[in-house]
């Protein structure tokens, strides 16, 4: 039983075109998360959901849209695509603040 | 405010021993610990919540020095499955269900 899952799990693409990543959840957590992980490991939150609402917003570039469509689904699209963009993209979920529950990640490669 | 994780990068060998270390210049109301293994996604492995709370999983346990505001990350008799990258975090004080990330501390166990 899958807890967190993410796809597509690779993903390869050029400059400036516009990708999406899905994310789905079956624990009943009401917060899901997406995560931007560098190549230096560092791990930064970038928006959260809580039951379909947006409650954190960091400082990310307006190319990047999240919808949840309901409180198991949470998505993340991206327009424009740049080379800093590379990255591996975690989706979370929680239901206690701090204990998160991370889906496998999908590696972005921008060209 | 990010906690500050040390060492950066330790190298043991199979049965040895490892502190890490995580601290912060604001107070700390909870510490959360995760270990992520190359090429895989983050873990949840402890939460602590209480000043000098100690909790323990496997041969693996953490401790909370509320007052120094910092917590350790004690990994006895190390097993090469304990390699990999382990971070600590701790809730922004403005919103608690923002998890902050150290940057990380890299663990290589060697045969």
């Known amino acids: 039983d899958t807890a967190v899952s993410q796809t597509p799990k690779y993903l390869v693409t050029q400059m400036g075109n516009d990708k999406s990543i899905k994310c789905e959840q079956n624990l009943g957590h009401d917060t899901m998360y997406w995560y931007k992980q560098d190549s230096k490991k560092f791990l930064k939150i970038m928006f959260s959901?809580?039951?379909?609402?947006?409650?954190i917003n960091e400082t990310v570039p307006n190319r990047f849209s999240p919808k949840s469509p309901d409180k198991a689904h949470l998505n993340l699209h991206i327009n424009s695509l740049e080379l800093g963009d590379s990255a591996v993209y975690f989706c979370?979920?929680?239901?206690?603040?701090?204990?998160?529950?991370f889906g496998p990640g999908t590696r972005l490669l921008v060209l | 405010q990010q906690p500050v994780q040390s060492p950066q990068a330790v190298i043991l060998r199979e049965g040895e021993d490892a502190v890490i270390n995580c601290s912060s210049s604001k107070a700390l109301y909870s510490v959360h610990w995760y270990r992520q293994k190359h090429g895989e996604a983050p873990v949840f492995l402890m939460i602590l919540l209480k000043g000098g709370e100690q909790k323990g999983h496997e041969k693996i346990s953490a401790s909370f020095n509320e007052k120094k505001q910092q917590s350790s990350l004690y990994l006895t008799a190390s097993q090469l499955s304990y390699s990999g990258t382990y971070f600590c975090?701790?809730?922004?004080?403005?919103?608690?269900?923002?998890?902050?990330f150290g940057k990380g501390t890299r663990l290589h166990i060697l045969p």
């Open positions: 959901y809580n039951n379909k609402e947006l409650i």
């Open positions: 975090g701790t809730l922004d004080m403005n919103r608690d269900d923002k998890i902050i």
């Open positions: 979370a979920s929680s239901v206690i603040p701090g204990t998160q529950y």
